[in-house]
């Protein structure tokens, strides 16, 4: 009953601020709890023209099919590479440029470098996917490159497996770099300046100065970000891997997503698509909680 | 109960009757509607003599090179076929008596376009069938290279236009596809309202047998041709090679390998081009002299066998390898698209094509004036015949189903129907009589120097007048041989190459048109697919060299593991029906 008369209470002092709630809840209800209901499908056979009460109910078979698949060993593994590439290069690589561009003094030469290095983040992927083929192809820039390094003769590097992780994670980091430096920059920027000029007084070097004041301040932004990161280890997006793998490359290039593609859009089995996104989400989930719950024990720094 | 709530159930009652009334008044204003059972509504009467009701015009139409104004639209607005010839062994039907088209309809229709024609709704031919059958259409084209998941998008939304042209890209396949209730089943509709296609498919035993299920259903309208269509892939060879090579035409292998090389020395830096949008390296044409088919085909009992688990294949595969490793192959032949291959046709490093002869007759004869001739498919020893998986089994074009939503099932079959009528198949092979064709002194339709096909005023080369004049592939009788403009320009020869290809090889091992049951299809396509993945991955690595030859005992085990077996007999069972129609 006290409870009850709390909220009462607090209703009628605060009902306007309900009301302005209700929206947002609507919101969720609809767009993120209700297509949840889709999630059975899962476990139906569906056809969309017969609808969902008359497809047949088929239980475990989609999940069965897809970990006995003879690929399925394959797709996870590359799925999980791909993404640990991406953890490794990709996510350190814009924290080191916000370091690097926050120690430059002239504003006009900053200004340059990272509008440079924003512009990428606009292309069209279709676009950035047909750059790298010219670059990569048998007299390209990187083929020749590549070729001058190790003083081996290569074809078109499409064509080998073993180039496929870095080209994927390199044009990744080429794109996106100076777009997610933004938020770290943002982190320093708010960061106490009396904290350097403590350390100026006590005749600290830049290099010291960057390890022990501004890391420190924005470890919560990249705690918080690998969280997430971790989080979406099993999802990558197919468009990308469609629009650069072939034959010669599926054992390093076919991921989960790629694969589902083939077989829910190609063939409409939409079933099995949502049977193997059910598991996906189930073991980001799993990763996103445990991340979460090593980084709280850790540093104090967590989602929740 | 109380008083509220009782007035706002009553509410509530009284406002879903109206709601019915309302729309059952909506369905009055339409005109009755035709029951769907076709046994219950009246037939129409089939007018025995319904040409009768034209004058011959064969007078004055035929070999007339300079037509007025007024015999012009005698032919293109009216209905009266009296002019053209029988050409073929059987007659094609002309019944018109159900056009016009009794009422004011339009039909949806989704289609992929072809690149060149983005808006269909604008096409010439069409605007004319529109205007002969009365019957309006609407085309709905999802955007060129994203065919497959609009159709996916489109299935799973539910909502269906009335027919869908490449019906077979449902899952599984027409028969799933009606199973699931998406198309209709039309074999009942078939005599009544398509007597045009009835007579036409009933004309041959071919055409009867490739254009019925195996259990004896009519689910679909088929693209069905006169004569069983000429082979239109192959080795192609530009004739400078071998004026500088001073080599015959190859025919086996080992004369292939001698030309290449020559090739090479006289300065083609990658003489063959091997890739292929048309399934990479497994184009059956080098791979079939072993035996290696690309996919299945039929062994000398009759039984169905899948071409890359074949005894040779490990030859065939080191062969590649070396022909790889020498140079004679072009770099890219794993990554190149189609664009890429045809720039590398065009230049100076490229001597021989594996490609389609109308094609090549535009992109190098016509394009860049490089002439070229064809050369069989290899053979492993000198006397033995050249072959092929290839056979055109008289099913051209492509198919079209009517979805569970049409409004109105009669005007799209009368519709469909009208492409396989006389009129409509002149005008759909043929276009418009007077500025893109003319007619001969034997009623033979035929592309006049001047015409629209060939002087574009838009200026546009023949590889798009022909779908822009024209149809190219549709649900039709598709007169390819005369009707090509690629073939039939003047000073063409790539019809004479299909048509010693088509004479010249075996097709004993060419597998017909079968179709699978709704359970079938799904563990077929299933199967089929990790099959192709793995037989794309292997033979691609161990030709580039990335891979032992050895690595196929590897491939092969994988492949029964895979369920090669399993595969194999749906197969066979479906021929074995196919066989039994």
Not at chain 1, 235 to 242: F, L
Request: hydrophobic share 40%; net charge negative; charged share 20%.
């Amino acid at each position: 009953m006290r409870t009850g008369q709390i909220i009462k209470k607090d209703f009628r002092k605060n009902w306007f601020a309900y009301v302005l709630a209700v929206p947002v809840i609507v919101w969720f209800v609809v767009f993120c709890y209700g297509p949840m209901w889709g999630l059975l499908i899962a476990f139906k056979d569906f056809k969309p023209l017969l609808g969902f009460a008359n497809s047949d109910w088929v239980g475990l078979k989609h999940f069965v099919d897809f970990f006995q698949g003879p690929y399925f060993w394959r797709v996870v593994k590359n799925t999980l590479l791909l993404n640990v590439w991406g953890l490794a290069f990709g996510f350190t690589a814009p924290i080191i440029l916000a370091l690097m561009l926050n120690e430059i003094r002239d504003g006009k030469f900053k200004k340059v470098v990272q509008t440079v290095t924003y512009m990428p983040h606009f292309i069209s992927l279709v676009v950035v996917c047909g750059m790298i083929h010219i670059f990569t192809a048998d007299e390209g820039v990187i083929t020749q490159l590549v070729q001058l390094i190790t003083g081996k003769e290569y074809t078109s590097l499409l064509g080998y497996s073993s180039f496929f992780r870095p080209i994927y994670t390199f044009s990744d980091i080429w794109q996106t770099i100076g777009w997610s430096s933004i938020i770290y920059l943002a982190a320093m920027s708010s960061i106490d300046s009396t904290l350097y000029e403590a350390a100026d007084i006590d005749g600290i070097g830049r290099l010291k100065k960057m390890w022990h004041i501004t890391l420190p301040q924005i470890s919560p932004v990249i705690i918080i970000l690998f969280i997430f990161a971790v989080g979406g280890i099993m999802a990558s997006s197919y468009e990308k891997i469609i629009l650069l793998y072939n034959p010669l490359t599926y054992d390093r290039a076919d991921v989960i997503a790629s694969y589902v593609y083939r077989r829910g859009l190609r063939e409409a089995s939409l079933s099995y698509s949502t049977a193997v996104g059910l598991v996906s989400s189930l073991v980001n989930f799993a990763l996103l909680w445990v991340t979460n719950r090593i980084a709280s024990r850790k540093s104090d720094v967590s989602l929740w | 109960m109380g008083t509220t709530t009782k007035r706002l159930l009553n509410l509530l009652l009284v406002s879903v009757v109206a709601g019915s009334t309302l729309a059952a008044c909506s369905n009055n204003n339409n005109e009755p509607k035709e029951s769907a059972d076709p046994a219950a509504t009246t037939e129409s009467s089939d007018a025995p003599a319904e040409t009768a009701a034209f004058s011959d015009i064969s007078t004055t139409i035929r070999g007339n090179k300079a037509p007025t104004q007024e015999q012009m639209d005698e032919v293109n607005n009216t209905l009266n076929d009296t002019y053209l010839g029988d050409l073929y062994d059987e007659k094609i039907p002309s019944h018109y008596d159900a056009y016009p088209y009794k009422k004011d309809t339009t039909l949806d229709i989704w289609l992929p376009a072809d690149s060149q024609i983005p808006e269909m709704n604008n096409q010439v031919v069409q605007k004319q069938v529109e205007k002969l059958t009365g019957i309006k259409v609407n085309f709905i084209t999802p955007p060129v290279g994203q065919e497959a998941d609009a159709f996916t998008l489109m299935m799973s939304s539910g909502e269906l236009p009335d027919i869908v042209i490449e019906p077979e890209r449902y899952p599984g396949g027409l028969e799933a596809g009606v199973k699931d209730g998406a198309y209709l089943d039309l074999t009942d509709y078939m005599d009544k309202y398509a007597p045009n296609y009835s007579e036409w498919r009933n004309s041959d035993e071919t055409r009867r047998k490739t254009t019925v299920t195996d259990s004896g259903k009519l689910l679909g309208f088929y693209g069905i041709a006169p004569y069983s269509e000429w082979m239109w892939f192959g080795m192609l060879i530009k004739k400078e090679a071998l004026e500088k090579t001073g080599l015959e035409v190859p025919n086996t292998i080992d004369e292939w390998h001698t030309f290449l090389t020559k090739a090479k020395e006289v300065g083609y830096s990658e003489p063959l081009n091997y890739g292929s949008t048309y399934g990479q390296i497994f184009t059956g044409i080098i791979n079939g002299a072993y035996g290696v088919w690309d996919w299945t085909f039929m062994d000398a009992d009759g039984k169905v066998q899948w071409g890359p688990a074949q005894p040779k294949a490990k030859d065939y595969l080191a062969t590649m390898q070396q022909w790889n490793k020498e140079g004679l192959l072009n770099k890219d032949w794993a990554t190149a698209d189609f664009n890429q291959r045809m720039a590398s046709a065009i230049s100076d490093k490229t001597a021989v094509m594996m490609d389609s002869p109308d094609t090549m007759w535009s992109y190098w004869k016509q394009q860049n004036n490089i002439d070229f001739v064809g050369a069989l498919n290899p053979v492993l020893n000198a006397g033995d015949k050249s072959a092929t998986t290839y056979k055109n089994f008289k099913r051209t074009g492509r198919s079209a189903a009517i979805t569970t939503q049409a409004d109105d099932v009669e005007a799209a079959m009368r519709w469909l129907d009208f492409a396989y009528s006389k009129k409509g198949w002149e005008i759909l092979n043929y276009g418009e009589y007077g500025k893109v064709h003319l007619v001969d002194e034997t009623g033979k339709p035929y592309f006049q120097p001047d015409s629209y096909i060939y002087k574009d005023p838009d200026g546009q080369p023949v590889a798009t007048t022909l779908v822009k004049y024209r149809m190219h592939s549709w649900p039709d009788i598709r007169d390819e041989h005369n009707s090509n403009p690629l073939i039939v320009a003047e000073g063409s020869y790539s019809g004479d190459i299909r048509k010693t290809w088509t004479e010249n090889m075996d097709t004993s091992v060419a597998m017909p048109p079968i179709t699978f049951t709704t359970e079938e299809a799904s563990r077929e396509a299933e199967l089929g697919n990790q099959l192709s993945t793995l037989r794309n991955e292997y033979f691609a690595k161990i030709v580039k060299g990335q891979l032992p030859v050895d690595a196929y005992d590897k491939f092969l085990s994988e492949a029964k593991k895979m369920g090669l077996d399993e595969f194999l007999s749906i197969h066979q069972a479906a021929l074995d029906r196919y066989n039994a129609r």
